[in-house]
C-alpha cells in the first residue's frame, strides 16, 4: 500500500509548506476511515484530514480533530 502525505496547502491566500507531520491517527467514518495528520510549517501547528472515498484533503481546527 501507498501513503498520503500533504506537501503543502492553502489557508486563506497564504500557501504554506508542511515541514513536519508531527503525528498522524485514524479514525471511522460509517465504514470508512478518515486520516489525520498533525503537521507544522516551522512555525504553527495544523490538522490535516484525508477522506479517501472523496479524495479530499481539508483543514480541521485543533480543538475539534
Known amino acids: 500500500g501507498g501513503r ?5 496547502f492553502t489557508v486563506g491566500a ?3 509548506t508542511v515541514g513536519r ?4 491517527w ?3 467514518k460509517g465504514r470508512g476511515l478518515l486520516y489525520f495528520f ?3 510549517d ?7 484530514c ?10 480541521v481546527p485543533l480543538n475539534s480533530a
Open 42 to 48: 516551522g512555525r504553527d501547528t495544523y490538522c490535516l
Open 14 to 16: 497564504q500557501s504554506l
Open 4 to 8: 498520503a502525505r500533504q506537501l503543502s
Open 50 to 59: 484525508f477522506e479517501p472515498s472523496a479524495l479530499s484533503w481539508r483543514l
Open 38 to 40: 498533525s503537521v507544522s
Open 21 to 24: 507531520i508531527n503525528f498522524s
Open 26 to 28: 485514524t479514525e471511522r
